[in-house]
């Protein structure tokens, strides 16, 4: 019963480097997201995809790439990170999207950028 | 345009006591409404759902929340609050034909022994 998995779950970065964060879902669902939570400011959407092979912007998508490598895995890339990256990222998945679709989320990535 | 409007940013009560937690949203489309928690250093995990059947909703642990669209608006209740209710809270708002969630800025609850 894994759910969303999400790794790291801590990590420090300096300004310029890049890293990518990996989330898998074992629940066979269609819709993969990504999202950052930042105080004060609840959780905004960053990318999503659909389904396999298909990835859309959200409401925060700069400095930012996406990957659905597969069903399962759903990538989420800092080229080049900055301090306003500074956030916890929460992976979810959901069977599809539309009305009344639940979401499922990881227990997130708390990432520093000094 | 679709948004969520918590209305409280924290909100403390007393262990026993009932939990009243507001949510506001606005949307274009039939919308669909949920409630999620997040307990400290967690991931989020829901409580309940509307989706245009019964407009009162039980979720798990005791909430409730009910939809009333004259209003605009989904307030969270819970009769009587206990230690492990303490966590964050948030309201999402979903229409029918996306994959984009709205999510409101949270509250946070504290409840006193």
């Known amino acids: 019963n894994a759910g969303v998995t999400q790794t790291p779950k801590f990590q420090v970065l300096k300004t310029g480097q890049s890293m990518t964060l990996q989330c898998a879902q074992d629940?066979?669902?269609?819709?993969m997201y990504w999202y950052r939570q930042d105080p004060g400011m609840g959780l905004r959407l960053i990318y999503y995809?659909?389904?396999?092979?298909?990835?859309d912007k959200g409401e925060v998508p700069n400095g930012y790439n996406v990957s659905r490598l597969n069903k399962r895995e759903f990538s989420l890339r800092l080229e080049s990170a900055a301090p306003s990256q500074t956030s916890v990222y929460f992976c979810?998945?959901?069977?599809?999207?539309?009305?009344?679709?639940?979401?499922?989320f990881g227990a997130g990535t708390r990432l520093s950028v000094l | 345009a679709q948004s969520v409007t918590q209305l409280d940013s924290h909100v403390s009560v007393s262990e026993g006591t009932p939990v009243l937690l507001r949510c506001n949203y606005s949307?274009?489309?039939?919308?669909?409404l949920f409630w999620y928690v997040q307990h400290p250093n967690k991931g989020l995990q829901l409580l309940l759902k509307?989706?245009?059947?019964?407009?009162l909703v039980k979720g798990i642990n005791g909430f409730e929340a009910e939809f009333k669209k004259s209003e605009t608006s989904f307030h969270l209740t819970k009769p009587s609050a206990h230690m492990s209710d303490a966590a964050e809270y948030f309201c999402?708002?979903?229409?029918?034909?996306?994959?984009?969630?709205?999510f409101g800025t949270g509250t946070s609850l504290t409840v006193i022994p």
């Open positions: 979810a998945s959901s069977q599809r999207g539309g009305a009344g679709t639940i979401q499922y």
């Open positions: 629940m066979n669902h269609n819709s």
């Open positions: 995809s659909a389904s396999e092979g298909t990835t």
């Open positions: 949307s274009s489309y039939s919308p669909s």
């Open positions: 509307y989706t245009s059947a019964a407009t």
């Open positions: 999402v708002v979903n229409v029918n034909t996306g994959n984009q969630f709205y």
